[in-house]
Structures are given as C-alpha cells and as structure tokens.
C-alpha cells in the first residue's frame, strides 16, 4: 500500500471532508487539465518532479506544501521532499500553492490556488483559480514543458468548482454547494470511472471538452464505427490542430453541445454510460 499511498489518502480525506463544502471557500471556479497516461507507462520521479515545477514557475505560482507518504499535506522541504522523491516505492507526486485560508478554515486539498498531481498508474492533473488563468493558457502553457505530455493518450481540460473539478478529475463525485447530493441521477464522474474499472476506456472518450487531445494510437484503438464519428464530429464542429504528434480540438460552448449529441448517438461518451 506504500506505493500511492501518500497520494491516495489524500484523495480519501477529500471524499470524506469534502463532502460538506467549507463556507469559508466560495464556489470559485478553476481551470481544470487532465491528462490520461498510455498502460504501461514509465514513472521517472525526478522528471516528473520537474516538470511539475516548471508548470508552477511558468503560471506563476510557489510551491509551499506537497503530499507525503503518510497521507498528510505537509510543508514544502526540500530535504524531506527529496528524500521522498528518490524512495524505492513512489509512484505519485502532489504538489499546491500557498493556502487561500488559514488551516482550520478549509481541506487543505484544495485550499490553493494551484495545484499538480502526476499519478504514475493514471493521470496528470493541473489546476488553477480561473481569475489567473485562461484554459486555452493553461493548455498552451503545460504544452510547451518539455516531456509533460510524453507518456499522456488523451488529454481534456474543463472549468468546474475545485472540490468537484478535482474529485471529478480522479474519479468520483465530490459534493459542494454547486454540485449537491442528487438520488438516483449517476455521476459523470463515477460513470468514467465504472468504465475503467471494466478495462473499456480504448472504446470510448470520457466526454466532450472545451479542448481535447487524443494522440494517433488513442484514436486508433477506438472501434472503427465510433473513431469515424469522431472524425465526422472533429470535421463538422470547432477546430483540430496537429501538434507533436498529437491532435487537439477545440470547441467553443455551442459547438461543444452539439459534438457531444453526435457523439453520444454512438454511445460513445464513458461519462454517459450508466454502469
């Protein structure tokens, strides 16, 4: 259990702790990057590590405290952080930004204005306060760090509330006050999760974003049926851009609506498939 578990204790108290949103938080919304790994993807903790910093220098952001293996976010040292960074067992890195509010007033998962996780089994994760930065920035900014989409297959970006945009970006539905506890209406979030559990994620995407990058070998494992909506679907709604190896569609809201209809008619969306 040592391997993720700094990170993954975290990720429980949040389930927990979060599930009462704290007033002392608003409803602000951030920006939200998401980047799902090949299988089998090499974890190196230095790079990763790296990278992660070169993503707070450029939004301009400090890094004051990280996940430890204990499962506590603790002050950034740089001696303790290393001394974690280079153990046999890590898999996962969670780094934040100064605290919005004092301690007691707030999770401190998402007490922050910035936040990176590089979850070697899953995903990246970026996240700022939307008054200081632009998705279509944040995009263009993780972009260009050099090795930090190298062993992504599909990458989104979204803006939500930070409890829920967080929770959702790992897998499960976090209440707050924009997103209460609804009976009997399944969660996108969950929905996604479901389907990976399942090992379907090659046959579908988790949904429609405001930017989304799927590389060559993404695109290709898609049923042949579904891979061709999607070409119709990039054709006839937004733009497509090829990058490095990847291509990237953005769309604007409308057009975002009406790509996910047409993608939905081909049960294609994980996200909308009630497991």
């Known amino acids: 259990m040592v391997a993720r578990a700094h990170w993954q204790h975290i990720v429980f108290r949040a389930k927990m702790r979060l599930s009462q949103p704290s007033p002392a938080l608003p409803m602000d919304q951030y920006h939200f990057l998401v980047g799902e790994f090949a299988k089998n993807s090499p ?10 910093f070169a993503w707070f220098e450029h939004v301009g952001e400090r ?16 001696r303790n952080y290393e001394k974690m960074l280079f153990a046999p067992d890590i898999n996962s890195i969670g780094l934040l930004s100064p605290r919005i509010v004092p301690p007691d007033e707030a999770y401190e998962a998402t007490n922050c204005d910035a936040q990176a996780m590089y979850l070697s089994d899953s995903s990246l994760i970026l996240s700022i306060r939307a008054s200081k930065l632009a998705l279509a920035p944040l995009f263009d900014g993780a972009r260009a760090i050099p090795g930090l989409f190298d062993h992504c297959e599909y990458l989104y970006c979204y803006a939500e ?5 967080t929770g959702y970006a790992l897998g499960y539905r976090q209440l707050d006050a924009a997103h209460p506890m609804t009976f009997g209406i399944p969660c996108p979030a969950n929905n996604w999760s479901a389907i990976k559990r399942r090992g379907l994620q090659d046959a579908h995407l988790r949904d429609v974003y405001p930017i989304n990058g799927f590389t060559q070998a993404r695109l290709d494992a898609l049923p042949p049926e579904r891979r061709q909506a999607l070409r119709g679907a990039m054709q006839a709604h937004g733009r497509c851009e090829e990058h490095a190896g990847w291509i990237f569609w953005h769309l604007q809201p409308g057009e975002q609506e009406a790509a996910r209809a047409a993608l939905n008619a081909h049960a294609m969306l994980g996200a909308y498939i009630n497991n």
């Open 161 to 165: 509330t930070q409890g829920y945009g």
């Open 63 to 78: 890094v004051e405290r990280y996940g430890n293996k204990r499962g506590k976010i603790v002050k950034f040292s740089q």
């Open 43 to 52: 974890f190196i903790p230095a790079a990763a590590s790296a990278q992660l």
